[in-house]
Every structure is written in C-alpha cells, then in structure tokens.
C-alpha cells in the first residue's frame, strides 16, 4: 500500500506473456488453417502489447488502453478467424493437423479471454489500482466475501485481483464451460462467458467428430 492509502499497482507482465503466447499458438497454427503470413499475429501483437507496457510505466494511461485493446482486437480477430477456418475445413484436412489446431485454439481462447476479463474487470487494471482493496467488479471472487479480518488472517489484505485469477477464470470456463468459484455479476461478463464457452466447446466438439469419423472409416 503506498502513502495515498492505494494498493501496489499490480504488474502488467502477466498479461504480455499472455498475449505474446497467444501469438506464438496462431504462428503454430497449420498452414491451411491460416489466412495470413505466420508469423503476422504474433508480429502485431508484439507492436500493439509491448508499446502498452511502455506507456503505462511512462504514466500515460490513456495511450496505454489504447494499445492495449487494440492488442486485444487481434488476438479476438485472429481467435475467430482460426475457429471459422476450422470449422470450414473441417474434412479436408488430415486429422493430427486438425487436432493440433482444436488445441492450440483451446488454449488461445483461455488467454484471450482472461485478458479480456483482466482488462474490463472494474474498469480494467488502471482503475482497480487506485483502489485499496477490490470490494466490487463484474465477478465476485471469494476473497471479496471474506470479512476484513479473515483476510488480514490470510494475508489477503488489501486485495486485488491479478492476471492470474482471471486466468484461472478462464480456464475453468473452457474447462468446465461454467465459472466454478467465482460468480459472475454482470451481464457483459455472462455474454463473454457464452462465447468463450462456445468457443471451447465447438473446438472439443469438432475434435471429438473427427475422431469419431476417422475410427468409423477404419
């Protein structure tokens, strides 16, 4: 906590590595699955996450979300595109191909959505920093239903969500194709969740029809 009676503001690397490893899984994407060079998303997220990162420390927070979701606008365009393809070329593809491509849009998808649930939670990582401690946001995490004491008892506090805890909402929403332990409060938040469980769905699903179609055909 600093003099201003702020919470420490919470590190902005997580959410790079995310997006950089969402680039690096469309580049190992397979050639016939891809409309573009490969290694052009990885390239324009890069140019979009790291200038982010260099504005935040540089305190402008403005030119920060700008990169940021323009970050986030790639890596949702290159997400939808893969699934479309995906989908499209479903049988005409051999199946390690297609599986490899189920697999690496399973996982872009967790990184994808976590970063979007990091960035718009409570107003997105620049406002909660201002905060002392999280108290409300589009999903409620346990640590928020913990009283004061409790959480000075675990060392929880103050508290504030970090890149981390969306990931682990994310992946259990790919997972389980619900939210688990964390409620979800808003209805943004609930029409992203139905998307990205759509999305994790119809990749499990169409990995799963492949599979079923190679051993009938044996």
């Known amino acids: ?7 420490e ?17 469309f580049y190992l994407m397979p050639e016939p699955l891809t409309i573009w060079p ?11 996450l790291i200038p982010a ?3 935040h420390r540089a305190g402008r927070q403005r030119l920060n979300e700008i990169f940021a979701y323009l970050g986030l606008g790639i890596t949702t365009l290159a997400l939808a595109v893969s699934l479309a393809l995906l989908i ?18 399973w996982l872009s998808n967790v990184l994808v959505f976590a970063s979007w649930y990091w960035r ?19 999903f409620l995490f346990p640590q928020m239903m913990l009283t004061t004491e409790l959480r000075k008892q675990l060392r929880q506090h103050p508290w504030n ?20 332990d964390v409620p979800v409060l808003t209805r943004w938040a609930k029409i992203l969740m139905i998307v990205q469980s759509s999305i994790s769905l119809t990749s499990v699903a169409l990995v799963a029809a492949r599979a079923v179609n190679i051993v009938g055909n044996q």
């Open 1 to 7: 906590m600093n003099s201003q009676g702020q919470s």
């Open 9 to 25: 503001p919470e590190p902005r690397w997580p959410a790079l590595v995310a997006g950089l490893a969402a680039g690096i899984l």
């Open 38 to 48: 490969p290694l052009l998303p990885l390239a324009l997220i890069a140019a979009m």
């Open 53 to 55: 990162i260099l504005f």
């Open 88 to 105: 499209v070329r479903l049988s005409g593809h051999p199946a390690g191909e297609l599986f490899r491509a189920a697999a690496a849009l």
């Open 120 to 138: 718009l939670d409570a107003g997105g990582p620049n406002q909660r920093d201002r905060r002392y401690t999280h108290e409300a946001g589009a």
């Open 161 to 180: 969500p970090g890149f981390v805890d969306y990931l682990f909402l994310a992946f259990n929403t790919s997972t389980a194709f619900s939210p688990t």
